[in-house]
């Protein structure tokens, strides 16, 4: 498998689009997207748990080439808060409940979107990365404070 | 503007190291499928990436799976 790329995001954009999946980008690959320069192994989605939604998402994720099983897609379908994926084209985490942010409804509120990809707002994606103070992310949280003061400065010019 | 802990700059409100902002410009001035393509990234994590699925109940018991599980430098675990 190789690393995630613009078209199987794309892809994914297509895919949900078409379920009406209610989705964000979150993470490091979301701070990616909205230009942030940094490396990052796989993507990160942060969905809206309603059962709808689940179900679309499981649908969804076949049609993407992930190869779940009777006891995977029943999973997804509940809405476990956190599924990590590598049965598929790419690597994929599914976020039901991020640590950091309370409701998908306020970030959703809050989204920006690139190119028609739905993301979190910087905040969001700092809120969320400081609340899980891991190592890794203590490490990174530094730049990317400063990426969100210099992308905020920018998009008021 | 580097700390005195030498490489992290102090990242006080509105202050942006010169060679991030720098970074930063470069990349706005990227297609954003070139910036995917510089940005994402595939080598092997231990553990991590043993099993094709993998699932929990909360985000708090994934934190304390990747506390229990993954090797330390990989740096999952909390501070």
């Not at chain 1, 689009?17 to 940094?38: E, N, Q, T, V």
């Not at chain 2, 001035?29 to 099993?51: G, H, N, Q």
Request: glycine share 6%; aromatic share 12%; charged share 30%.
């Amino acid at each position: 498998m190789g690393a995630f790329e613009y078209r199987q995001a794309e892809e994914i954009r297509q895919t949900f689009a078409r379920h009406a999946i209610r989705y964000l980008f979150l993470g490091k690959s979301g701070a990616i997207l909205l230009g942030f320069p940094d490396t990052t192994q796989d993507a990160d989605v942060f969905l809206e748990r309603t059962s709808e939604n689940c179900s679309a998402l499981a649908i969804a994720l076949q049609e993407l080439g992930f190869s779940l099983d009777p006891a995977q897609i029943c999973e997804i379908e509940r809405g476990k808060d956190f599924i990590q994926l590598k049965n598929g084209p790419f690597d994929l985490d599914i976020i039901f409940a991020p640590d950091g942010i309370e409701r998908f409804e306020d970030a959703w509120r809050r989204r920006v979107e690139v190119e028609g990809f739905p993301v979190c707002h910087l905040d969001d994606i700092i809120a969320s990365k400081a609340a899980t103070n891991r190592q890794k992310d203590r490490e990174s949280l530094p730049r990317l404070r400063a990426f969100r003061n210099w992308w905020m400065a920018r998009q008021s010019r | 503007m580097s700390s005195s802990s030498g490489n992290i700059p102090d990242e006080r409100e509105g202050e942006i190291p010169r060679e991030w902002r720098e970074e930063f410009e470069a990349a706005a001035s990227r297609p954003l499928s070139l910036r995917m393509r510089y940005a994402f990234i595939r080598t092997y994590k231990p553990v991590l990436d043993d099993a094709l699925f993998r699932s929990w109940n909360s985000t708090a018991e994934y934190r304390e799976w990747c506390e229990e599980y993954l090797p330390a430098w990989l740096g999952y675990g909390r501070v």
